[in-house]
């Protein structure tokens, strides 16, 4: 498949996938609190594998180390910067769904939501731009953190005053989105001649901070045992993360392999032709 229509595809399905769970599991609250609180943690470890397994090595073979980690350490700050600007920016607690909130707070998590959708879309799009592997990894990853991200939004959004199905059309306009910001990003550095391994060392930031700044605090702040089932299902995620990463290079790269062995032997008969004229 075309790499664009392929990004077009994962851009569909990861702001889709996201309200479909959560739309289903609005009305179970108690599993929708069981997947809060355990699927949370487990996108953390998806997140933490795509970053450090994947991205990062693959920047440093693209181009020099540190431009890689600059990249990633730009990408944390600026991150932090535009949470620091919205509150609701990234905020998926479990007890989100206990705390009654007021609708004014609603809408303050619908317009995070908008601005959410858009940064994971350009992380989206940049994966793409890297590779189609890639890109399928990050899709994974962004699955695996908006599905309890968006059950604990529909659930402010619902006390706040919101009908469910002013909720469900409001988030899907807002998942849009996230569509148009893979498709800019994606066609803007089509166009741009990118220093790759800043593309690689941005979104690896990206990924690092939505682990490292709330989800992991989030673990430690929540679980009552030392070492309780959500740090079990942080290194489920982890491994989870691992064997995708693998998978994905092992059966895509073949493509990209006997793609690049075919343009190698086209080099050396041309090579050879001119050694013979």
Not at 3 to 8: D, E, K, N, P, S
Not at 171 to 187: D, E, H, K, M, R
Request: glycine letters at 8%; hydrophobic letters at 45%.
């Amino acid at each position: 498949m075309d790499t664009f229509a392929l990004l077009i595809l994962a851009s569909i399905l990861t702001g889709i996938l996201s309200l479909v769970v959560a739309s289903v599991l609005l009305t179970r609250s108690h599993w929708a609190n069981y997947l809060v609180k355990f699927g949370t943690p487990f996108a953390a470890g998806v997140l933490l594998v795509a970053a450090f397994r994947d991205l990062l090595p693959h920047g440093v073979e693209e181009g020099s180390a540190s431009n890689v980690m600059t990249g990633a350490l730009v990408s944390i700050l600026f991150f932090f910067l535009i949470e620091k600007g919205f509150k609701s920016f990234h905020h998926h607690h479990e007890e989100d769904l206990d705390q009654p909130r007021n609708k004014t707070q609603g809408w303050l998590f619908l317009i995070g939501d908008f601005f959410h959708n858009a940064i994971d879309g350009i992380a989206l799009g940049s994966a793409f731009l890297i590779d189609s592997e890639t890109g399928i990894i990050a899709a994974i990853a962004l699955i695996a953190h908006d599905i309890p991200l968006e059950i604990g939004e529909f659930g402010v959004q619902l006390r706040s005053g919101f009908t469910k199905r002013q909720i469900i059309i409001r988030n899907l306009l807002t998942s849009t989105t996230l569509i148009v910001g893979s498709i800019f990003a994606y066609q803007v550095g089509s166009e741009i001649d990118l220093p790759m391994e800043y593309v690689y060392g941005s979104v690896a930031g990206f990924f690092i901070y939505l682990a490292l700044s709330d989800i992991i605090p989030t673990i430690h702040s929540s679980e009552k045992a030392r070492y309780g089932l959500q740090t079990g299902f942080l290194f489920f995620g982890l491994l989870f993360g691992t064997t995708v990463s693998s998978f994905a290079h092992s059966y895509i790269d073949v493509g990209h392999a006997h793609h690049d062995h075919d343009d190698h032997d086209d080099h050396d008969d041309h090579d050879d032709h001119d050694d013979h004229d």
